[in-house]
């Protein structure tokens, strides 16, 4: 009998991952309107401020969301408690305590929010201070994904495979080659501190890769939802820009309103409002699927986003860079759905500890007990935990914890 082995298998696809392509396309429009805009599509950002509060207008958009959960949850939640109770009225079923525990107060939703939004408006507002355009683009992806990882394992406690490893050692040489080979540091020899804005770059990436587990945790174990993170994180950071905004324009620092309206015209003032429309829509979308599968899975979004901003930049590349983008561009979106478990790598043991493969085992395992344990088996690998009870000789599987 022959036996087949197939070297690269599909793990889990969810089919809400048609978000994260929605979320590449809607970021490649935020990023093209950004560049048509005469205030900020430059080289540097005269109004780091008022950029910084049209960040946090686009999250405060996202009122309009939260009230549409709101309304659909309030209608769940009566239909339930409707069919909870029997036509006679005789039985009627109270809220179960486990249920209790996991509702927290507002009063440490808002502390929560209030702290990454005090970490995420420093970031974001340092950022704009130190403003990198397209044009001095650096790549940020061996940041993200080192840090995000060493973030999760903190937070979260999710640890890192083999595949893992091997996905990100990939990424951090093609990130090294992008530097080496675009040249990415010598941009102008001539200015002293040209190296600045790259290193707030570089620390701020991180800060963000922070948020982003962050928010991930307030999710998970805070039962905090999406849309009320991404609503009061607006409502805090608008509060924080309006408050800078005044104080560097009494000590003649940062934004020059004055200089700001006299550049803000018709064609201006609909670029803007398309930009934080547009930026709205992406982060409703990052914030979901923080929320659906791991902060992990914004690289899908970035890495679609580079690869269509590639077509617009071909005539500007030599050979050597027009190849290495072809190669990066097979090679790490591969990476990456290896890193997500999407691809699995059936050799050297590469597949082995995937959330898929560790379900199979953990289901073949339960075939092998005794048939004497009977009830309830608990069976668990790592931050993998399979609860399983035999009925009729047959295996149900209750709960599957650490499936993103």
């Known amino acids: 009998m ?39 599509g430059g080289k540097t950002n ?88 397209n044009g001095n683009y650096v790549d940020t992806l061996q940041t993200n994904i080192i840090f995000m990882s060493i973030f999760a394992y903190l937070i979260l406690k999710l640890k890192l495979h083999k595949h893992h490893y091997l996905c990100i050692s990939v990424i951090i040489i093609r990130s090294i080659a992008y530097t080496i080979i675009f040249n990415v540091y010598k941009k102008d020899p001539s200015k002293k501190n040209d190296i600045v804005p790259y290193i707030v770059s570089f620390v701020t990436e991180i800060v963000f890769s922070l948020t982003y587990v962050m928010s991930k945790y307030f999710m998970l174990i805070k039962y905090i939802h999406p849309f009320e993170i991404m609503f009061f994180e607006g409502i805090f950071e608008l509060f924080f820009s309006i408050m800078t905004l005044i104080i560097s324009s009494s000590i003649g620092k940062l934004d020059n309103i004055s200089h700001f309206l006299e550049k803000f015209k018709y064609m201006e003032v609909f670029i803007l409002i398309s930009w934080i429309i547009v930026n709205f829509i992406y982060h409703a979308i990052l914030f979901k699927v923080i929320d659906i599968f791991s902060p992990f899975y914004i690289h ?30 097979i090679v790490c979106p591969f990476m990456i759905l290896v890193f ?61 914890m650490g499936d993103n």
């Not at 970035?302 to 561009?329: C, P, V």
């Open 340 to 400: 997500l478990e999407i691809i699995e790598l059936n050799f050297c043991g590469l597949s082995e500890m995937t959330a898929k493969n560790i379900e199979l085992r953990a289901l073949l395992d339960s075939v092998n007990n005794d048939e004497n344990d009977g009830g309830k088996i608990s069976i668990g690998a790592d931050e993998y935990s399979i609860e399983l009870e035999r009925k009729s000789q047959k295996l149900v599987r209750l709960e599957s």
């Open 2 to 40: 022959a036996i087949k082995c197939r070297v690269i298998t599909c793990g889990k696809i969810n089919k809400k991952i048609i978000l994260i392509i929605v979320g590449g396309l809607v970021y490649s429009l935020h990023l093209y309107i950004e560049s048509e805009s005469e205030i900020f």
């Open 300 to 329: 899908i979004s970035i890495l679609l986003s580079e690869f269509l901003s590639f077509f617009f930049k071909l005539d500007g590349l030599s050979i050597g860079q027009l190849i290495f983008y072809i190669i990066s561009f």
């Open 46 to 133: 005269e109004f780091p401020v008022i950029y910084t509060m049209m960040y946090s207008i686009c999250l405060c958009l996202s009122f309009s969301l939260l009230l549409i959960f709101n309304v659909y949850s309030k209608k769940k939640k009566d239909k339930i408690t409707s069919s909870l109770i029997e036509d006679k009225g005789n039985i009627i079923f109270e809220k179960n305590d486990t249920i209790k525990k996991k509702i927290i107060s507002w009063k440490e939703k808002l502390l929560w929010i209030f702290l990454v939004s005090i970490i995420d408006y420093i970031a974001y507002l340092f950022s704009s201070i130190y403003w990198l355009d």
